[in-house]
């Protein structure tokens, strides 16, 4: 009878320390998954986090009134943006005479490339402008004797100068600048039998506003 009892005992002691090991180990595998899904959360959180990084080539367009020595052309410019740099194109229109029996056709293209020392993203910057601009225009017109005339003027200009841009949300933007450089225009007065030519070589100035849209 001892003997049965020592036994049963031995057997009391090996089945608990077994117990205590599978607890043992099934605590340690629910510490190493508890572990890994706090890893694997962190991974995915850190990947979210993570910086969409910025496109190196943006596109848009932008609208420009100028007041130049053409009066106050109009431009609709597409308009290309990398890193630091923003080149803009597009054609230039012009306003009409309001003179009674007069007939006026104004047309002609502007390049602007700017260059901005602090890039452009945040909601205040400054450039540097470079400006070229051609200009067409035709005007008929009646003169006093009833006649009628023509006047066709050819001009081309290009300036450097300076401007401030104002991001007013996200994509939109306006700002204004202004440039020196210089000005050449042909002009051809045509008046019944009478023609008169005139070509003027000078310094000129600008000064435009514009706002615009980049994606």
């Not at 090991?21 to 959180?45: A, C, G, P, Q």
């Not at 194109?89 to 901005?116: D, H, T």
């Not at 006649?147 to 401030?164: F, P």
């Amino acid at each position: 009878m001892k003997k049965l009892m020592i036994l049963l005992c031995c057997s009391l002691s090996v089945l608990g320390l077994a117990q205590n090991r599978m607890s043992t180990e099934k605590l340690d595998n629910n510490l190493s998954y508890s572990v890994n899904s706090d890893r694997l959360i962190d991974s995915i959180s850190g990947d979210e986090e993570k910086e969409i990084p910025k496109k190196l080539i943006r596109y848009g367009f932008a609208f420009n009134l100028s007041a130049t020595s053409d009066g106050l052309p109009t431009s609709v410019l597409f308009t290309l943006n990398y890193k630091k740099h923003q080149i803009e194109l597009g054609p230039r229109f012009g306003l009409g005479s309001f003179a009674v029996g007069s007939y006026q056709k104004v047309i002609g293209g502007e390049l602007n490339y700017k260059f901005y020392p602090n890039g452009d993203a945040s909601w205040f910057s400054s450039f540097a402008l470079f400006h070229a601009g051609y200009f067409y225009r035709r005007l008929s017109y009646s003169t006093v004797f009833e006649s009628s005339a023509t006047e066709t003027k050819i001009s081309m200009e290009s300036y450097l100068g300076y401007g401030v841009k104002f991001t007013i949300i996200k994509g939109f933007y306006l700002g204004s600048h202004i440039g020196l450089g210089w000005y050449q225009s042909k002009t051809d007065i045509v008046d019944g039998i009478l023609s008169k030519k005139r070509t003027d070589n000078d310094w000129g100035g600008m000064g435009s506003v514009f706002i615009g849209y980049k994606f």
